[in-house]
């Protein structure tokens, strides 16, 4: 499948205007929107993202000397963003460039516990907690990424995920 100018008149434009019903999109939007929301890989990266917040808010900002406390925010931030953005893209390639960002993050927050360990940042529990969370949260990502569907997609020339 290609997308170019060239296909513009192909579509029948009174066609769609003709059978557009807007509360009926809304309401499609909406149920898309419960389903996203009820995923539960979602529902465990907002989990890590609450817990990121717990501990972050414990660290004392004088000892902070590297700002860990804002790069686990990011990193914590971006594993629910990125979901839901691969939900939306529905595309397997785009879904999959989504996944590696996501994988990176929360490999980046796990290494991040280890460095607060080391730094007596924060509780051992607390630490221990997130850890948890986070494998938890790769065995979803795991059971997630297989659900994709590769023959929903179309050409990556970039010559990845083929």
Same mark, same amino acid.
Request: net charge negative; aromatic share 8%.
């Given at each position: $499948?290609?997308? /170019?100018?060239?296909?513009?008149? +192909? ?6 205007? #003709? @059978?557009?019903?807007?509360?009926? *999109?809304? %309401?499609? $939007?909406? *149920?898309?929107? %419960? #389903? ?6 979602? #529902? ?18 004088? /000892?902070?000397?590297?700002? !860990?406390?804002?790069? $686990?925010? +990011? @990193?914590? $931030?971006?594993?629910?963003?990125? &979901?839901?953005? +691969? ?7 785009? %879904? !999959?460039?989504?996944?590696? &960002?996501?994988?990176?993050? *929360? #490999? ?6 280890n460095y607060l360990r080391a730094e007596k940042l924060s509780k051992p529990v607390y630490i221990q907690l997130l850890r948890d969370?986070?494998?938890?949260? %790769? ?6 990424? @297989?659900?994709?569907d590769k023959s929903n997609d179309i050409p990556d020339d970039w010559g990845l995920f083929q």
């Amino acid at each position: $499948m290609h997308f /170019d100018d060239e296909d513009d008149d +192909a579509f029948d434009w009174e066609e769609f205007e #003709r @059978n557009y019903d807007p509360e009926e *999109a809304q %309401r499609e $939007m909406e *149920a898309e929107n %419960r #389903r996203i929301e009820q995923l539960p890989i979602l #529902r465990k990266a907002n989990e890590i993202l609450e817990i990121t917040q717990a501990i972050v808010g414990t660290i004392d900002d004088e /000892d902070d000397v590297l700002m !860990m406390s804002e790069q $686990m925010m +990011a @990193n914590a $931030m971006m594993l629910p963003t990125k &979901i839901v953005g +691969a939900e939306g893209a529905d595309l397997y390639t785009l %879904r !999959m460039e989504n996944a590696v &960002i996501i994988k990176t993050h *929360a #490999r980046e927050l796990l290494t991040q516990t280890n460095y607060l360990r080391a730094e007596k940042l924060s509780k051992p529990v607390y630490i221990q907690l997130l850890r948890d969370e986070i494998e938890n949260f %790769r065995v979803l990502f795991v059971e997630w990424v @297989n659900s994709f569907d590769k023959s929903n997609d179309i050409p990556d020339d970039w010559g990845l995920f083929q």
